[in-house]
């Protein structure tokens, strides 16, 4: 049987924890060479380390998704350990809790760069390498606090507004090139960044995550590789005529 994505190689940002691991290990398991990349060294080692005790292809990569270089140097580590790039996961995210009344100069900058130009330069700099490929996948992390607003979250909204408009935008640009760009759109998914979020907010008397929860459409929050799932059907073949697309996975929680 041959796996979905034998002979791709794919580029995950920020992907030694949480929802970027859970793609690595999946895209691994269906027959992908993987590119491990984030801030966090030591994680990123082990992750790679992980799918290669499981037979598969890993390479850990340094990357600060706000630094051109480090981006030019990971596409470039991608095409000399495995001939190529084919698929980019703009995973890579920091949050904020802060209203716009609480939320400094350096709260709203380091948010912005890291979530909105994170996926700009990541985009900026796989494109010519996807060209190459012959074409290629991109899938972009958004939020649903890219999709309608918060409470709070000034600078965090505003980035994932941002992805959202990075993805359209490249969608349309691109499509003539073959390479196909779409953005997921998950709810409360359950990583170390819930946890400094909960943590965060538990000082709030208004906040209730709990209760949030129960009332939602559906009563849970996602685990990484529920997400890893789309993302991995995004970035495959099954869907090749989609495109520009914003795919929510948040138990229903942006659908009324
Ligand atoms: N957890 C949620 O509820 C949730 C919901 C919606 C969207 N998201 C988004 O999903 C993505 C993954 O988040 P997660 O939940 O796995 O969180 P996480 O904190 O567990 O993982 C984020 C990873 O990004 C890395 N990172 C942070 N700054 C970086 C930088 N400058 N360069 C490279 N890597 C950097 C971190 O080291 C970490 O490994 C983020 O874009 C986040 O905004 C998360």
Same mark, same amino acid.
């Given at each position: !049987?041959?796996?979905?994505?034998?002979?791709?190689?794919?580029?995950?940002?920020?992907?030694?924890?949480?929802?970027?691991?859970?793609?690595?290990?999946?895209?691994?398991?269906?027959?992908?060479?993987?590119?491990?990349?984030?801030?966090?060294?030591?994680?990123?080692?082990?992750?790679?380390?992980?799918?290669?005790?499981?037979?598969?292809?890993?390479?850990?990569?340094?990357?600060?998704?706000?630094?051109?270089?480090?981006?030019?140097?990971?596409?470039?580590?991608?095409?000399?350990?495995?001939?190529?790039?084919?698929?980019?996961?703009?995973?890579?995210?920091?949050?904020?809790?802060?209203?716009?009344?609480?939320?400094?100069?350096?709260?709203?900058?380091?948010?912005?760069?890291?979530?909105?130009?994170?996926?700009?330069?990541?985009?900026?700099?796989?494109?010519?390498?996807?060209?190459?490929?012959?074409?290629?996948?991109?899938?972009?992390?958004?939020?649903?606090?890219?999709?309608?607003?918060?409470?709070?979250?000034?600078?965090?909204?505003?980035?994932?507004?941002?992805?959202?408009?990075?993805?359209?935008?490249?969608?349309?640009?691109?499509?003539?090139?073959?390479?196909?760009?779409?953005?997921?759109?998950?709810?409360?998914? $359950?990583?170390?960044?819930?946890?400094?979020?909960?943590?965060? !907010?538990?000082?709030?008397?208004?906040?209730?995550?709990?209760?949030?929860?129960?009332?939602?459409?559906?009563?849970?929050?996602?685990?990484?590789?529920?997400?890893?799932?789309?993302?991995?059907?995004?970035?495959? $073949?099954?869907?090749?005529?989609?495109?520009?697309?914003?795919?929510?996975?948040?138990?229903?929680?942006?659908?009324?």
């Amino acid at each position: !049987m041959t796996l979905e994505f034998a002979g791709k190689t794919v580029l995950i940002s920020g992907s030694a924890r949480g929802q970027g691991a859970a793609h690595a290990m999946r895209f691994a398991e269906e027959g992908a060479n993987v590119v491990v990349s984030d801030v966090r060294d030591e994680l990123g080692e082990g992750v790679a380390e992980r799918v290669r005790q499981k037979d598969g292809r890993a390479v850990y990569q340094h990357l600060d998704v706000r630094v051109t270089a480090q981006w030019d140097q990971a596409v470039a580590r991608a095409e000399n350990e495995f001939g190529g790039l084919d698929i980019l996961i703009n995973n890579a995210g920091i949050v904020s809790c802060d209203a716009v009344d609480a939320c400094s100069d350096d709260t709203w900058g380091i948010v912005l760069d890291t979530n909105a130009a994170g996926v700009f330069k990541g985009m900026r700099a796989a494109v010519p390498a996807l060209k190459r490929a012959g074409g290629g996948a991109i899938v972009n992390t958004a939020s649903m606090m890219g999709v309608v607003g918060s409470w709070g979250y000034a600078a965090y909204v505003s980035s994932k507004f941002a992805v959202v408009g990075l993805t359209k935008s490249a969608a349309l640009t691109y499509a003539a090139d073959n390479i196909r760009v779409n953005a997921i759109a998950p709810g409360c998914v $359950d990583t170390p960044m819930l946890d400094e979020e909960k943590a965060i !907010m538990a000082s709030n008397p208004y906040w209730d995550f709990d209760e949030w929860v129960a009332t939602q459409p559906i009563s849970k929050i996602a685990q990484p590789e529920e997400v890893s799932e789309l993302v991995l059907f995004l970035a495959s $073949d099954r869907t090749r005529y989609c495109t520009g697309g914003v795919y929510p996975i948040d138990g229903g929680s942006t659908a009324g």
